[in-house]
Each structure stands twice: as C-alpha cells, then as structure tokens.
Nanobody, 129 residues
Framework: QLQLAESGGGLVQPGGSLTLSCVGR????????IAWFRQVPGKEREGLSC???????YVSDSVKGRFTTYSDKAKNTVYLQMNDLKDEDTAVYYCATDGLKFSTTHQIMSKEALELLYWGRGTQVNVSS
C-alpha cells in the first residue's frame, strides 16, 4: 500500500524558514513524483510544487523564489523548503502523488485532487509573530 506522511510543520515567525518532509512508504521515488499542496479553511487547495521521478521540479509562481522542493531518494523523502515565510503561508500542507510511474510534473499538477490517489494527512504551518 502506497502511503505518504508529512512532518515538519509548526509555528514560525514572519520571515522565518521551515522545511517540511514527505516520507513515502510502499513505493520508491525512483518511479513516482510527489507534489506539495496547501489548504486554508474556506479556500481552495493550492498547488505549490512538484518533483518528478527524474528530478525535474516545478514551483508555483505564487511561492517561487521562497519555496523549493527536492528529494533524497536514499531516504525516499521529498522536502519543501520554505523561506521568508509570511502570515498568508499559514495553512495545512499536504504531499500527494497520482501513483502512476514516471508522471511528469505537468501531468501531476494538472490533475484534479480526486485524481491524485494518495495523500498524506497534512502538517500544520502557522506563521505568526
């Protein structure tokens, strides 16, 4: 069974940094890409970034320059490095995958939420002074 688990959330002051982790179980990053999303209650889920199995990355314009994503295949983990955090970055952050081998970042980010079959439970990030 393919599973994802996020960690690393917490409380951080504006301007601070956090690195979120997404550990994969039951599959290998050699074959599957992982995307990061966030959601604020009452708002639509927002796609942030993606890394494909070949290491190609995508970062949304909304966070480009502040957020980056990378992977450590030895740990089967994808990271979301978040710098210069702002109050509006407060949200629950999720990682997800479509569970299809060798999907490109475009293919993954183009899918509706229901088409991304595997999601972690999320990790809360609060940016506040």
């Amino acid at each position: 069974q393919l599973q994802l688990a996020e960690s690393g959330g917490g409380l951080v002051q504006p301007g601070g940094s956090l690195t979120l982790s997404c550990v994969g179980r039951g599959f290998t990053l050699d074959y599957y890409g992982i995307a990061w999303f966030r959601q604020v209650p009452g708002k639509e889920r927002e796609g942030l970034s993606c890394i494909s199995s070949d290491g190609s990355t995508y970062v949304s314009d909304s966070v480009k320059g502040r957020f980056t994503t990378y992977s450590d295949k030895a740990k089967n983990t994808v990271y979301l490095q978040m710098n210069d955090l702002k109050d509006e970055d407060t949200a629950v952050y999720y990682c997800a995958t479509d569970g299809l081998k060798f999907s490109t970042t475009h293919q993954i980010m183009s899918k509706e939420a229901l088409e991304l079959l595997y999601w972690g439970r999320g990790t809360q990030v609060n940016v506040s002074s």
